[in-house]
């Protein structure tokens, strides 16, 4: 991609005093300078034969970038094989939804270590990434962050490595509450980032999705999205690793503030020298 694009994760709030749809939504969100959403796939794939043109014509107007997250119950290596399929058709009918709007990438967790070393629900998880079909999107493997959560960096990075049609989704909140509280400076984040490029390569970071906002943890790591100025989460110095390393794409903030914490972001990222 030619530039960092940034957006947020959802519909967004607006004053309060009207609700948005997806098209309202890249409407309004152009207008206040952002230039991205992530639609929510998490309980079902709401895009519909009734708002797909809307959406579609919202986003061509605007020159709007638009992924989406799948559901949240999607597990690759369930120790149930059903349930395995069952992940697998939901990751493609919400790509094939994301498909409809030209949406670029679709992001999921792709699932737990469960009982198994994770060595082997490495092994899992990669033989059913490998049944995907191309629908024309990116699919985008997300960071996650909790211990019990098949997602650290250099597992997702050594599947990227391996499965053609799957790239990277950096949640660089996820890995600080993974790591209980582990990104706390410039050289923890640059350090993310180096990762990608030594094993990735140029072109991955040249074309990132990125999730970012300020997040509330435990030891056993994440507990809840927090708004960014309440939060331990250093986004300056993210902000000063991800200029330094020229990356390219797009930032998606989540947390409740939305629109408040993207442009947070992104005025942030513009001022820096």
Do not use: W
Request: charged share 25%; hydrophobic share 40%; aromatic share 8%.
């Amino acid at each position: 991609m030619e530039k960092l694009l940034f957006g947020i994760s959802g519909l967004p709030l607006g004053d309060g005093t009207k609700r948005f749809n997806y098209a309202t939504g890249i409407h309004y969100l152009k207008s206040i300078g952002l230039d991205a959403m992530e639609l929510l796939f998490v309980h079902s794939v709401n895009v519909t034969d009734n708002n797909k043109g809307a959406i579609l014509e919202a986003k061509q107007k605007e020159g709007f970038y638009l992924s989406a997250h799948a559901s949240h119950y999607i597990n690759l290596n369930s120790n149930d094989i059903a349930k395995q399929n069952q992940s697998i058709t939901r990751i493609i009918d919400a790509a094939k939804g994301l498909a409809k709007v030209g949406g670029r990438s679709l992001v999921f967790h792709p699932g737990f270590y469960m009982s198994d070393a994770k060595e082997a629900a490495y092994a899992t998880i990669k033989s059913n990434l490998m049944r995907l079909s191309s629908c024309g999107i990116d699919y985008r493997l997300e960071t996650t962050g909790k211990g019990s959560q098949f997602g650290t960096l250099e597992e997702l990075v050594a599947l990227c490595q391996e499965v053609p049609l799957c790239k990277l989704c950096l949640d660089f909140a996820h890995i600080h509450a993974r790591s209980n509280g582990g990104l706390k400076n410039y050289d923890d984040f640059a350090g993310v980032l180096k990762y990608v490029l030594d094993h990735l390569g140029r072109t991955a970071l040249e074309d990132l999705h990125i999730h970012m906002g300020g997040i509330r943890y435990t030891v056993k790591g994440e507990r809840s999205h927090a708004p960014l100025l309440e939060s331990d989460f250093n986004y300056q110095e993210c902000l000063r690793a991800i200029k330094d390393y020229d990356v390219r794409g797009c930032i998606i903030a989540e947390g409740p503030l939305l629109e408040r914490d993207a442009l947070l972001l992104k005025e942030t990222y513009e001022k820096l020298q």
